[in-house]
Nanobody, 129 residues
């Protein structure tokens, strides 16, 4: 059983930075794809980024965070990170870590939250202007 535990959320001013962490456990074959999603009040859960933990570690980002957010992993610690720089109030949301065996290998479907199998409980990020 895959378990995901996020940490690192908080409140920052616009222009600031945060680094989110996701501690993962369980079978590695079940979490070959790892990603970050976010959900603001009244909005649908949005795919932020993913990393394919096999092969060359392919990544992708939603357009609104390109150049500001970076996904990375520490396999020795079984931890996924999301470095978020130059934050703005539109980044305010609950951020979720997600895992799945295959979704990131199936074309451009990774951004659909319904395709992912495992979820963490979320960590809140609030950016004030």
């Amino acid at each position: 059983q895959v378990q995901l535990v996020e940490s690192g959320g908080g409140s920052v001013q616009a222009g600031g930075s945060l680094r989110l962490s996701c501690a993962a456990s369980g079978p590695t074959y079940s979490r070959k794809c790892m990603g970050w999603f976010r959900q603001a009040p009244g909005k649908e859960r949005e795919g932020v980024t993913f990393i394919d933990e096999e092969g060359d570690g392919r990544t992708d980002y939603t357009d609104s965070v390109k150049g500001r957010f970076t996904i990375s992993q520490d396999n020795a610690k079984n931890t996924l990170y999301l470095q978020m720089n130059n934050l703005n109030p539109e980044d305010t949301a609950m951020y979720y870590c997600a895992a799945d065996p295959w979704v990131c290998k199936l074309g451009d479907t990774w951004f659909r939250s319904s395709k992912w199998s495992y979820w963490g409980q979320g960590t809140q990020v609030t950016v004030s202007s």
